[in-house]
């Protein structure tokens, strides 16, 4: 099945800095990943997401980047804020739409002021 | 986004004892459902997905028997813990996943089981 493995666990970055976080997958016929940032005792939310007929995709300060070749794909969050302290998983999903998702291990992001 | 509601928030049971989880799709009809599990400080795993009026799939490792899942319409799925144990003390989250296969997943709140 899919693996997917995710780095840092833990980035700590000054405000107004930029993080990235990075992922990759085993499974290449995965073909959507998604990033959420979850808060502490609270679901999951969705930031961000990417197909795997785009290689790039950004929204305000967050972008993502997949590599189909090298099977990774990155989180890219600049000028970062204080709310954006959390914990952030990427995701993939193989074997067909209507599958679950193969989450990483999560990053804790903490944003010092 | 999809609007996706469980009930309950938080549930204390005894060892023993059975626990129902329902989670809703308030604003579109979602033929499929997964449920995951989240220790403290832990990723989320898949345990099974469920889909409307057939039997649900269930992920290697998660017994069947225990965690029984119920997908009886478009809008309801539900996951019944089985004689929990301490063991079985975690957030149960579901998502929703509309008509079209390259639909985004959307969370529920999840649900806080802890088994005394």
């Known amino acids: 099945g899919e693996n997917v493995e995710q780095h840092p666990s833990t980035l700590s970055v000054q405000e107004g800095d930029s993080a990235v976080i990075k992922c990759t997958y085993s499974?290449?016929?995965?073909?959507?990943f998604p990033w959420y940032k979850q808060e502490l005792g609270k679901r999951p939310q969705l930031i961000i997401d990417?197909?795997?007929?785009?290689g790039e995709k950004k929204d305000q300060r967050i972008a993502v980047t997949l590599n189909k070749t090298a099977k990774h794909f990155s989180l890219h969050i600049t000028e970062t804020q204080p709310e954006d302290s959390a914990v952030y998983f990427c995701?993939?999903?193989?074997?067909?739409?209507?599958?679950?998702?193969?989450f990483g291990k999560g990053t804790h992001l903490i944003i010092q002021p | 986004g999809a609007v996706v509601s469980q009930h309950p928030s938080r549930v204390i049971c005894k060892s023993g004892t059975s626990v129902k989880i329902e989670c809703r799709s308030l604003?579109?009809?979602?033929?499929?459902m997964f449920w995951y599990r989240q220790f403290p400080k832990k990723s989320l795993m898949l345990m099974a997905t469920?889909?409307?009026?057939?039997?649900?799939?269930?992920e290697q490792g998660v017994e069947k028997d225990k965690f029984l899942i119920n997908h009886a319409s478009l809008t309801l799925s539900t996951l019944t813990v089985t004689s929990a144990h301490p063991e079985d003390s975690s957030f149960y989250i579901c998502?929703?996943?509309?008509?079209?296969?390259?639909?985004?997943?959307?969370f529920g709140p999840g649900t806080r089981l802890t088994v005394l």
């Open positions: 995701a993939a999903r193989a074997r067909g739409g209507a599958d679950g998702l193969t």
């Open positions: 499974d290449s016929a995965s073909n959507y």
């Open positions: 990417i197909r795997s007929n785009v």
């Open positions: 604003d579109f009809q979602a033929t499929t």
């Open positions: 469920s889909n409307e009026g057939s039997k649900a799939t269930y």
């Open positions: 998502s929703t996943q509309g008509l079209a296969a390259t639909d985004t997943q959307y």
